[in-house]
Each structure stands twice: as structure tokens, then as C-alpha cells.
């Protein structure tokens, strides 16, 4: 997880895996784990914009990236799956 997630940084452009673009990141979420101090990939989320004035947001879990380069993030998802799944809609309850 940490190789990759040194190349996500706000204002990256996230892309599904069918080319569809999904907005930007205005943040990276970090979580961790139950008594880690460690980054926890089940828990670290994109939180992306998108919309008129990026109004609206997703929070999209870090396991569904393939892959972050060149201000770029690409999901293995496509954006239908992103679309149809109503928690990457919702703010996680850990974020404050």
C-alpha cells in the first residue's frame, strides 16, 4: 500500500477502469488499524469531487485502485460499479 500511495496527492484526476472520468481528489484518508499506528489499506479512502463546483463527493477505498501516476489515479472498477454502490457515496463513520 505504501509504494502507490506515495503518488496520490490532492487534485489528481480519478478515472474508472472504463475510462470514465470520476472527478479529482481533494483528499486522502488515512486509517488504521485496530492497534496499528500503520496505514490500513481497508480503511484509507480517496475522498473525490466531482459535479458543478465538485460538489459531489465519494469516498472510494483504496483497494479498488489499480493504479496512481502522472496525476492520475485509475480504479479497477468501472464507473457503473462506482455509480451503484451507495457506501462509496457516503462519508465513512471514522471521518471526522
Known amino acids: ?3 502507490m500511495s506515495k503518488h496520490i496527492h490532492e487534485g489528481m ?3 474508472a477502469a472504463d475510462g ?3 472527478g479529482k481528489v481533494t ?3 488515512y486509517g488504521t488499524s485496530m492497534g496499528s499506528l ?3 489499506e481497508d480503511e484509507t479512502f480517496l475522498e473525490v469531487h466531482r459535479g458543478l463546483f465538485g460538489r ?3 469516498f472510494l477505498p483504496y483497494h ?3 493504479d496512481a501516476n502522472n496525476h492520475r489515479v485509475t480504479l479497477k472498477v468501472n464507473a457503473q460499479e462506482v455509480e451503484e454502490n451507495p457506501a ?3 462519508k465513512p463513520a471514522w471521518i471526522s
Open 64 to 66: 479498488i485502485i489499480a
Open 56 to 58: 459531489e463527493k465519494m
Open 20 to 22: 470514465t472520468k470520476l
Open 13 to 15: 484526476e480519478v478515472y
Open 27 to 29: 483528499q486522502v484518508w
Open 88 to 90: 462509496w457515496h457516503r
Open 38 to 40: 500503520a496505514p490500513s
Open 1 to 3: 500500500m505504501e509504494d
